[in-house]
């Protein structure tokens, strides 16, 4: 599909197989973000394997390339990527609901998509249901406890202790730190990296709006994230104002990788989805 | 820029049909190969940034996925090397169709360069190919991979499957073998050259072999499609065979 007012935007529509009954309101829709800036067939195809997985269970699944991304030309509207992401996220939904009815909607993403995900279910009511597979989390003072206990059974932390070669020991003991060698650039950032939600009051606000809205949550975390997710119930503790009841279906995957390469890991994932997405009501 | 599904019904592609710019004669068409696996994931931005770039220079493309990755049609377990040279014949076909052309060029990125250079090897319609850092063996890919083992049980490479049947196509890949065969305009940008591109070109004069300090397009970070865009690459494309 090309479509979009502002913007051409491109995406891939998986029809559900089997085709929903016409009488009633049907399954929601579910609509893929782009991770970062992977064009809309994700890592390693992910999106791909999601979208047919999920159509074969009764779902229409659609995934699409923001503007800038992938096979979606620039945007020239001049929003910033901030508000562009959001544009295109309502546009989307916008555009499926006029050529194909859908007024209910799941949406999924990986990365930033989730934080994506997340902003754009705030501002759309037509939004019932959130899968967020690694989302921006802060850490608790458990995950400081888990990862101490965690790098104390790694025989090089304790010999770089004992022999004070450690940094953090050595800052703490105002040693010199031997400087790193320069990098290649691995840890450059692209922009659309950085229009998330960052702040914790930000994401709790969204979230509680969100529960009152009652939508439903996927929240996954991949070991890929243990340095900041590294318990299972560490989103629960982030956010202890907020009642998710029965709507949170929280996850911790220590061996799954953040882009879930892994065939076993991301055949589970999809298993979990499927059924997540056909207990929204 | 222009999705479209082509091919028989059994192998659907995706592609992106970017239709030259500006007025008067039809230009030049080029059907893009891109290579495989994270490779293609990594690309993705460099080839959309060149078939945008090559359209204001009268070139016309298609961009395609072989069947079995990207957004075509089939799992990727299908794909096959004999599969994907069906489908580069099916966009060659499809280009000429869409851009109205009697002829066209071939542009093929890492593997996507020996299948290039295979489709131009048998088809008198090519009018000349352009190899972007090529795969000169198979091999390499294996190498790149670290699958030495016997061909007898799928590897999996950043979340796609290496079968056994493919591992065997890809031991049997030469595109030196291939250049036997094919005599017309080439131009050969390496932005990695290694001793079988420098091998290749000594031993073929009819290539035009240019070594360019640029970005590697096609290599891995951490969520792929990362690197800045060669973009100097990219204008000897467009400007090629001038």
């Not at chain 2, 030469?174 to 065969?181: I, K, M, W």
Request: overall charge negative.
């Amino acid at each position: 599909m090309s479509y979009g007012q502002r913007t051409r935007l491109t995406g891939i529509l998986t029809y559900a197989d089997p085709a929903p009954a016409d009488d009633g309101p049907g399954a929601p829709c579910v609509v893929l973000l782009n991770a970062g800036i992977v064009h809309k067939v994700g890592p390693g195809r992910l999106n791909v394997e999601l979208a047919r997985r999920i159509a074969a269970e009764g779902f229409d699944v659609f995934r699409f390339d923001f503007a800038g991304v992938g096979d979606s030309p620039a945007r020239t509207d001049g929003q910033d990527l901030s508000a562009g992401v959001l544009s295109d996220v309502r546009e989307t939904l916008d555009h499926l609901e006029r050529t194909l009815g859908h007024q209910r909607f799941i949406v999924m993403g990986l990365c930033s998509g989730a934080d994506n995900g997340m902003r754009a279910a705030e501002l759309d009511e037509r939004i019932v249901g959130v899968a967020l597979f690694d989302p921006t989390i802060d850490r608790t003072r458990r995950w400081f406890w888990e990862a101490l206990k965690a790098k104390c059974r790694s025989a090089d932390y304790l010999r770089s202790i004992l022999t004070l070669r450690n940094p953090a020991l050595r800052r703490r003991l105002g040693l010199s730190v031997p400087a790193l060698e320069s990098g290649d650039g691995e840890g450059e950032q692209p922009e659309l990296y950085q229009v998330t939600y960052a702040d914790r009051p930000r994401i709790t606000r969204c979230l509680q709006s969100l529960v009152d809205r009652k939508v439903h949550l996927f929240v996954t975390f991949t070991g890929s994230w243990d340095f900041i997710y590294n318990y299972e119930t560490q989103f629960l503790d982030v956010y202890p104002g907020i009642s998710f009841a029965d709507r949170l279906d929280l996850s911790f995957r220590p061996d799954a990788d953040h882009a879930f390469l892994d065939a076993g890991h991301r055949r589970r994932l999809i298993d979990d989805l499927t059924t997540w997405c056909g207990a929204i009501p | 820029m222009i999705p479209l599904l082509f091919g028989p019904e059994a192998r659907r592609k995706y592609g992106v049909f970017q239709p030259a710019i500006g007025q008067g004669s039809k230009g030049r068409g080029v059907v893009i190969c891109d290579g495989l696996f994270d490779e293609a994931v990594c690309a993705h931005r460099a080839l959309r940034f060149a078939a945008g770039s090559m359209a204001e220079a009268r070139w016309s493309s298609l961009r395609f996925d072989y069947f079995g990755t990207g957004d075509s049609s089939g799992d990727t377990g299908d794909f096959t090397l004999a599969g994907a040279l069906a489908d580069a014949h099916d966009a060659v076909d499809e280009l000429k169709a869409s851009a109205g052309l009697a002829s066209v060029y071939l542009l093929g990125l890492r593997l996507g360069g020996a299948l290039a250079a295979q489709v131009a090897a048998t088809r008198d319609d090519v009018r000349g190919l352009l190899l972007w850092d090529p795969l000169i063996e198979g091999e390499e890919v294996l190498a790149r991979y670290d699958v030495s083992g016997p061909a007898d049980e799928s590897a999996m490479i950043e979340g796609f499957s290496l079968s056994p049947g493919l591992q065997d196509e890809l031991r049997g890949l030469s595109v030196e073998r291939t250049l036997a065969a094919y005599a017309g305009p080439l131009l050969m940008i390496c932005t990695a050259a290694n001793d079988g591109h420098r091998r290749l070109a000594a031993g073929h004069s009819h290539i035009d072999f240019r070594e360019i300090e640029a970005p590697e397009a096609w290599s891995n970070t951490a969520l792929g499609g990362m690197r800045p865009i060669p973009s100097a690459v990219v204008n000897e494309l467009r400007e090629w065979p001038g």
